[in-house]
């Protein structure tokens, strides 16, 4: 018995075309943006060690050492109004994250409005993280963070990873600054 072969190739590529492409692009995208990361986790890197000398370029805050440092990297993969620096500062390394401490007068493990607290920051409130905003003085731990908010450019994968079509690169660097 004979069969029509013609056109079974044009049929399996049909097939297995999408899902091809769809894994080409995701690798791409992926790629691009381990590339920003990393970038990223450089310059913030450099720009933190410039930060815990007190270096700042003349008339250039800390903030905008470490976006320029981006930029200088990343070139036209990013735009630098979108990039966000935050800093906060401590006197240890061990308060990093930890909250200020309390008095668990109900043993519950957790601080309930009343409980006694002790306002390490100074921001007449308790935190659940002792840091103070900003770049600290000689000899506090400063954690630098960077945040860029990379659109994803393949709405199936958008649709996967990260929020409404954007993934948050996140990156951060812990100094100790030097006596300035």
């Known amino acids: 018995m004979l069969r029509h072969e013609e056109g079974v190739t044009a049929l399996e590529f049909a097939i297995v075309a999408p899902v091809f492409m769809l894994l ?4 791409i995208e992926f790629a691009l943006i381990m590339m920003v990361y990393n970038v990223m986790e450089g ?10 000398t007190g270096y700042t370029a003349s008339g250039v805050t800390r903030e905008q050492t470490i976006i320029n440092a981006i930029t ?7 735009d630098a109004q979108f990039l966000t620096v935050t800093s906060k500062f401590y006197k240890q390394f061990d308060q990093i994250n930890d909250p200020e401490p309390y ?4 043993g519950n ?9 002790t306002d390490i920051n100074g ?3 308790w935190d659940p993280d002792m840091g103070a905003s900003g770049y600290g003085s000689a000899g506090d731990i400063v954690v630098y963070e960077v945040r860029y908010p990379w659109k994803i450019s393949v709405p199936i994968i958008s649709s996967l990873v990260g929020t409404n079509g954007t993934y948050t690169i996140t990156t951060h660097a812990v100094v100790k600054n030097e006596p300035y």
């Open 24 to 27: 080409l692009f995701g690798i």
């Open 43 to 52: 310059a913030t890197a450099v720009s933190s060690r410039l930060g815990k």
């Open 72 to 78: 200088d990297r990343a070139g036209s993969l990013i």
């Open 103 to 106: 008095s668990d007068t109900n």
């Open 109 to 117: 493990g957790t601080r309930d409005g009343g409980e006694n607290y």
């Open 123 to 125: 921001n007449t409130q």
